[in-house]
């Protein structure tokens, strides 16, 4: 049991290697899903009767149970109540409804695909020889202060940033070429394909039309008795043998399990298409983020000024102690060397506009300010 919730605690956790668009696709969205089954779970084997069948009066209690059980597991099939013709055996099977006894089961495989891309990125981004999650994690942590005296919160503070800088600037120097920033634009793309997967599998597993979802109304007066949409009365066919004679019977039925349903998959139909956009607007704003050269300078040159840097200062060093004397002698380097290095650290590499970007999206611009300005102080030492 404890691994049990050590694993659902896992799952649920934050991992500080992603946004908040990821976020709401593999951890809230899986949720949802998972959440609607267990409603639907509940219905079905907890909740009362999902459905309940009118029966000639000759029938016992068993024979009663056995026709609600028969028509709950077999498909039962639509039939206009003003149509006083029963349809032809074809036209039955055409009208079944072969969706109510699988909801539970097809929203948790849904579920799961929510979480796949993520565990795509989980997988692959370690490969870059940057543990992306470590890095992001510590930067997250860093304004997390604890109550200790202002000097050596300040002095924890610059030794996290000066380490996390280090790692992001070791790993620069050693880097697969941009391989971060493609997986994780891999991972965007796979949850926009797994949104419009999951859409069609809700059109192809219902058997509805697209016309059919849009026609639908979140409240408790939707018209299911002329369009046949999550209808809650049906009808059902079944044999039974007696006395070595077969009787045929068609029952009319209630599936009070189809106006949960109904609510359910509505919410989730436009939930989806919601989602969809969220997601393919958060991925181009990614791909501009990556590979537009002036955004990723307006990026760094936001985050170096808020972090005071703005290039046009001296940098002195000491250089020489002449006589022992104690006011030594410095070397002070043009400010047009500065402004040069400055200007070329601005010209970020996708790679590491993509790290400083998961940093000011799960730590805060302020972190993210002074980290930049750390990796900016590394660079030019060395290129001295």
Known sequence: MEHVLSLVGSYGSRRYEEDFVDRLNFQYTSHLFAFAALVGMYKVY????????????EFTKGWTEYARDYCLIENTYFVPIEDPDMPEGTIREEQELPYYQWVQFILVFQAFLFYAPHLFWRSVNWWSGLQVRAVITSAAGIEKDKPLPLEKVLATRNDSITKVAKHIALFESRRRKSWVSLMYLATKILFILNIIFQIMLLHLFLGFSWNDFFRLRIGFNSDW????????????????RTKGNVQKYSVQCVLAMNMVNEKIFLLLFYWLLALLVATVVNTFLWMQSMYSSRERREFASRMLKAAGEHGDTFLQTPALVINDEKTPLYETHSPVDDRLAYQRF???????ATILNLIAANAGDNVCSDVTAAIYRLHKQKSE
């Not at 009362?48 to 009066?57: D, E, H, K, Q, R």
């Open 346 to 352: 601005l010209s970020l590499n996708p790679e590491l």
């Open 46 to 57: 907890f909740g009362g009767n999902p459905i309940t069948c009118w029966v000639p009066a």
């Open 225 to 240: 008795a002329s369009t046949g949409i999550f209808p809650r009365q049906t009808m059902c066919d079944f044999d039974i």
